[in-house]
């Protein structure tokens, strides 16, 4: 069993089970060089680094950051960093130097390792550079690194804290614990002798829970990561015939992104895809559609998970119904779930009650207070259910705003805009105007030769609501992406902040 309630460490993720010269990692650097890693190489080395952390003085229970782009070393790192019994915290360096300094003092960091292109802010601890001198920076492994053995931690103790995104203030550290990690890859445990034969691609940076989780289920159930440097869209569809990936993961930007290069893609075998989850932000028909064109081998999947759960939440159907387009699952086992807030129990939003809820956040009992309930974690996700218990996300429901009196998700919105066929992508987001309260504004992607503004806009009121259609639509090259490969909307708010919409009935 993958997690069997007692005390477990998130670090041996490597089991007795694995082929230890099977590789479990192939790194793809900044320039397109490869480095493969063994299962055999990073147990060994991750314990290295867990006896030298304790040999050199850190004490069990202290955070150590990591402040890095992707790389082998940050994986051996992070696993050895929770096999001492410390506790890691990736933070995102593509935060603004303020909100990464934040990040390292409020989690209490007491060391930080980084890479050659990061530049560290004055945090007031020491820094040591990822790779294999870090042993030696850190003063030297032991002598007896053979008879190390990974801390046994109670279930709840944390064993890495990671930040949200802060987009409304300052990001909140998430304490996650070891059991609720372990547990959240339990439902994955009937799907073992297939996972083993997959190839996994990972471009998503380390630092957010989409990569983070797809790396420990490669190392859990013995597949084989290509991890990149960073997301490239070209060295990603490039790797993909060299490498024989089976098996594609990341954020629906990331694949709209490679949809944008149909003669890239129409040139390359891409017949070694067979599975394609796109997760951490909403999916729509269109980029399915594009995904399908060019991924015809390949089974699509919409992935759900949060950084307070995880990705714990959904699993096929027990019956063996096919997944519909664009839902996220059933219910998984062991996970109690419920849709709150508008009297119905088919449609609200998703709450959540297992082994996986986070902690709590980081020195924040009040915020915490506000999302976990007696047990329930109120993730702020709309959600639908159907009458097979499949869930179909909607949209945040912070992003809700009022036109006419009535409430606009600027997921439906986007949904309906990305079934034109001159649009590849959509974002919306409001617009003050004095009559309406809140009027909904469109950036668009697509061939803006292939409709007008007024075309698209007779388009959305023949197929939805009129009260929701956009009042203006504005064609751009490219969306803005946050740190984590999402869309920025708040970018987005800003760019529409000097558009007229005011007698746009």
């Given at each position: ?173 998430v304490a996650l614990s070891h059991q609720s990690q372990l547990f959240a890859f ?141 839902s996220t699952g059933v219910g998984a086992p062991g996970v109690g779930l419920r ?165 746009k009935t």
């Amino acid at each position: 069993m993958v997690h069997d309630g007692k005390a477990t460490n998130l670090g041996d993720l490597i089991g007795p089970q694995a082929d230890m010269e099977k590789a479990a990692l192939v790194y793809i650097g900044p320039e397109g060089e490869t480095e493969r890693y063994s299962f055999g190489q990073i147990d060994a080395l991750s314990a290295r680094f867990g006896a030298t952390l304790l040999a050199n003085g850190y004490e069990r229970g202290k955070s150590i950051g990591i402040l890095a782009r992707n790389s082998a070393w940050y994986v051996i790192a992070y696993l050895g960093i929770m096999r001492a019994g410390l506790v890691a915290v990736p933070v995102s360096f593509r935060q603004p130097t303020q909100m990464v300094e934040h990040c390292l003092r409020d989690s209490d960091t007491i060391l930080v390792l980084h890479d050659e292109l990061t530049e560290v802010p004055d945090a007031g601890v020491p820094c040591v550079l990822l790779g294999p001198d870090m042993f030696d920076a850190l003063g030297g492994a032991p002598d007896d690194v053979a008879s190390f053995q990974s801390h046994r931690n109670e279930p709840r103790d944390v064993a890495m804290i990671l930040y949200t995104s802060g987009s409304t203030g300052r990001p909140k550290g998430v304490a996650l614990s070891h059991q609720s990690q372990l547990f959240a890859f339990s439902s994955m445990e009937p799907q073992r002798d297939r996972i083993r034969t997959e190839t996994i691609s990972i471009a998503a940076p380390l630092y957010h829970m989409n990569a983070l989780s797809m790396m420990k289920v490669t190392l859990l159930f013995d597949a084989t990561a290509v991890l990149f440097h960073s997301f490239d869209v070209e060295t990603l569809i490039r790797e993909i015939p060299k490498n024989k990936i089976t098996w594609m993961t990341g954020i629906p930007t990331m694949f709209a992104l490679m949809a944008a290069r149909p003669d890239l893609l129409s040139e390359t075998d891409l017949s070694s895809v067979r599975r394609i989850n796109m997760a951490s932000a909403p999916l729509t028909d269109n980029l399915l559609d594009l995904t399908r064109e060019h991924f015809p081998n390949a089974l699509l999947l919409n992935g759900y998970g949060t950084t307070e759960h995880g990705p714990a939440a959904f699993c096929p159907h027990p019956g063996g119904l096919p997944m519909p387009p664009l839902s996220t699952g059933v219910g998984a086992p062991g996970v109690g779930l419920r849709l709150v807030g508008y009297g119905r129990d088919d449609y609200g939003v998703l709450e959540v009650n297992s082994p996986a809820n986070m902690n709590g956040y980081w020195k924040l009992p009040e915020k915490t207070a506000e999302r976990m309930v007696d047990g329930w974690y109120h993730t702020g996700d709309l959600f639908r259910r159907d009458e097979n218990g499949f869930y179909f996300f909607i949209g945040r429901e912070d992003d809700q705003f009022v036109c006419n009196g009535e409430n606009i998700l600027p997921g439906e919105v986007e949904l309906v805009l990305e079934r034109h066929p001159a649009i590849r992508q959509a974002c919306v987001v409001p617009v003050a105007d004095p009559i309406r309260g809140d009027t909904p504004v469109a950036f668009v992607t697509g061939d803006a030769s292939a409709a007008t503004e007024a075309e698209i806009q007779d388009y959305y009121r023949r197929n939805a609501p009129p009260v929701q259609y956009p009042r203006r639509v504005v064609f751009v090259d490219e969306m803005p992406l946050a740190g984590t490969n999402k869309i920025d909307r708040k970018l987005v708010k800003a760019w529409a902040e000097d558009i007229e919409v005011t007698g746009k009935t």
